[in-house]
């Protein structure tokens, strides 16, 4: 995903990133410190993609759970 995220495929990078924040979800627990990252990478992704509301929202989600 970060690869694909440094290559400005935003779209092909969110669909990863959110299969691997679920997994960790599942796997870690909502507030595991993986499972916080990749909500944040999500988010800066979101943001990237001009999606500020959405961003904005799993940041705070993120923020609350840290």
Request: charged share 30%; glycine share 4%; aromatic share 8%.
């Amino acid at each position: 995903a970060m690869t694909l995220y440094s290559d400005g495929r935003y779209e092909e990078a969110e669909e990863l990133e959110v299969q691997v924040m679920e997994t960790r979800k599942r796997v870690l627990g909502e507030e595991h410190p993986d499972t916080l990252t990749s909500m944040n990478n999500l988010a800066f992704t979101q943001q990237c993609q001009a999606r500020y509301t959405e961003a904005l929202a799993l940041i705070e989600r993120c923020f609350r759970l840290r």
